[in-house]
């Protein structure tokens, strides 16, 4: 089975498709193929071994077991029922079906839901002596993902059990945590490579700088954690190791990388120090306190990635309408020869940073649309004047 050629889909934060893609490309994927929301690929199946555990951007690998075509929610039991369930994970698993739709016809997702748990547990009953899966709609062995459009129906199982961002590496998080996927992502676009000074200023629990700093130092994200094939009947145990192995000796030495990190809290760098200390991390990423308006940056160029607060009560709105201008003038005055990327969901940032912005890119952080600003600093010439009232 291992040397059969599977279809996979890997889910991805909106807007990172195409870095998604590439890196897909470069872990041997085949017929690989991007729609909005993900990217659909081929390979035998040890390669969602790989794109499990080195992926820095996929939040699932779901692996394609049916495909076709529906008018009725009993045409979905009987595609399901018909479907080798005992061959892919035993009946003493736990599992969980969750299913999306997009102009589906039927009136039902609930009940679509429980067609297709039905049939699976009725299959297994028919093979197992009256013997049925038991449902865990919070840590279940086995994830049943089904994807119904107007006419056809896609069902997957998820090789990856809990979210791909879940690294296992962070401690603790802030109110507003940025998913470590989508942070991987954004430094992707931004271009950074390892040896190139990196700085997050205002660094809240440490994502972009525990990112950054598996990058620089080729650890793959997945090393920490386990995963749901572990738990089907096609797991090869030796594949696997083999893979682990050859992915911990890839590993280059915890030194000290140009990567840097601040936060005017003191309660937030302790945040970052505890997920970086539990990540093994401490002596790859500098930390200090600081105002991000009145730091000088660590090196003459580089690149400066950052999540600021977004307010949504009317007062903290007031308080980020006066500190745009004032980190606009700090990056204007200190940081020429950075590349600057400011990861937001508060549209208002360009026009109250008044910088020129050179390139806008949507992306979404879980449902909530923000947007990457890219701002290449440059001694002079880049200040937006702020419009003349009229």
């Known amino acids: 089975m291992n040397q059969e050629t599977h279809r996979f889909f890997a889910p991805c934060p909106r807007g990172l498709e195409t870095p998604l893609n590439e890196e897909l490309t470069q872990l041997g994927a085949q017929f690989v193929k991007q729609t909005d929301g993900g990217v659909s690929f081929s390979g035998p199946f040890t390669l969602c071994y790989r794109v499990n555990l080195e992926s820095r951007i996929a939040s699932r690998v ?7 075509g529906y008018r009725s929610e009993e045409d979905v039991y009987k595609a399901v029922f018909s479907l080798p369930w005992n061959d892919w994970f035993s009946v003493d698993r736990t599992i969980m079906v969750k299913v999306s739709a997009q102009r589906c016809p039927l009136r039902s997702l609930d009940f679509v839901t429980l067609k297709i748990k039905d049939a699976v547990c009725d299959k297994f009953r028919e093979n197992n002596d009256g013997k049925r899966p038991s ?7 086995i994830r049943i993902h089904a994807f119904l459009d107007e006419s056809n ?6 090789t990856s059990g ?15 945590p940025i998913r470590e996927n ?5 430094i992707m676009l931004s271009g950074w490579k390892p040896g190139v000074p990196f700085l997050d200023p205002m660094c809240g629990s440490g994502t972009f700088l525990m990112e950054a700093a598996q990058m620089a130092l080729n650890i793959s ?3 920490g954690r386990n995963f749901a094939f572990e738990k089907m009947n096609n797991f090869d145990s030796q594949a696997w190791a083999a893979m682990r192995q050859e992915s911990e000796a890839k590993q280059l030495p915890r030194t000290t990388q140009p ?18 200390e539990a990540a093994g991390l401490s002596e790859v990423i500098s930390l200090n306190q600081a105002n991000v308006v009145e730091i000088s940056p660590p090196a003459e160029e580089g690149v400066l990635v950052t999540n600021p607060p977004y307010g949504v009560r009317l007062d903290e709105l007031e308080r980020l309408a006066e500190f745009y201008p004032r980190l606009g003038d700090a990056l204007k005055q200190k940081f020429a020869g950075w590349n600057a ?3 937001t969901a508060d549209l208002r940032l360009p026009n109250l940073i008044r910088l020129t912005t050179s390139r806008r890119t949507p992306l979404f952080n879980g449902a909530l649309e923000c947007r990457l600003f890219e701002y290449k600093v440059v001694a002079g010439g880049m200040r937006r004047e702020k419009p003349e009232k009229a």
């Open 62 to 68: 779901l692996w394609q077991v049916a495909h076709g």
């Open 135 to 141: 449902v865990n709609t919070a840590e279940p062995d």
């Open 153 to 158: 129906f896609t069902l997957y199982l998820d």
């Open 162 to 176: 809990q979210a791909l961002f879940k690294r296992g590496l962070r401690q603790v998080a802030g109110e507003a």
């Open 182 to 186: 989508l942070a991987a992502g954004i």
């Open 221 to 223: 994200p997945g090393l």
């Open 259 to 276: 990567i840097y990190g601040s936060d005017l809290f003191g309660e937030m760098l302790n945040l970052a120090k505890e997920n970086i």
């Open 341 to 343: 990327y400011i990861f």
